[in-house]
Every structure is written in C-alpha cells, then in structure tokens.
C-alpha cells in the first residue's frame, strides 16, 4: 500500500510565507507527475501546481510568481512552497502523485489535507 503524509499547513498573515511537505511510503517503483491541489469553503477543489518527473513545472495563474513547487526524488516527496499568501489562498491543500508500484499497477493518491489560512 502507498501512504501520503503531508505537513506544513496553519494560520499566516496577509503576505506571509508557509511551507508545505508531502511525503510517499509504500512499494514504490516510480514517481511520475506529483502536484497540489485546494478546495477553499464553497468552492470546487482546483489545481495548483504540477511538476512533472523531469521538472516541469505548471501553475494556477492565480499563484504564479508566488508559488514554487520542488520535488525530492530521493525522499519521494513534493514540497509547495507559498509567499506572498493572500486571503484567498485560504484552503485545504492535498498532494496527489501519480506513481507506480513494484507489482506493475500504476495509481495516483491523494494526501490527507492540510489546512492553510491566510487571515489577519
């Protein structure tokens, strides 16, 4: 089985900075593409970012030159690193990555969800 455990959410100011991590454990083969999702109150759950294997990098236009997301292939993770945080960046973050295991399927999961609020 794959296990997501993401970490780094919490309450920032207008204009503050957070940091979150997404970590996979399990039978992994290989990581492709791995991204962050959020879902604000009353609102459909949107894409992010995306970064592909080879570091490709997409973004929402709504966080584009606030946002950066990196990869560590070596931990299996996907960190998204947020500054410039506005209120309406206020969410519940979850990590999906697409991967494959040893056995030869191939999935994508998603992370718990973290929450981040953007609040003074």
């Known amino acids: 089985q794959v296990q997501l455990v993401e970490s780094g959410g919490g309450l920032v100011q207008p204009g503050g900075s957070l940091r979150l991590s997404c970590a996979a454990s399990g039978r992994i083969l290989r990581i492709n593409v791995m991204g962050w999702y959020r879902r604000a109150p009353g609102k459909e759950r949107e894409l992010v970012a995306t970064?592909?294997?080879?570091?490709?990098?997409n973004y929402v236009d709504s966080v584009k030159g606030r946002f950066t997301i990196f990869r560590d292939n070596a931990k299996n993770s996907v960190g998204l690193q947020m500054n410039s945080l506005e209120p309406e960046d206020t969410a519940v973050y979850y990590c999906r990555i697409w991967l494959q295991l040893w056995s030869g399927s191939a999935n994508d999961y998603w992370g718990q969800g973290t929450q981040v609020t953007v609040s003074s």
């Open positions: 970064i592909t294997g080879g570091g490709d990098v």
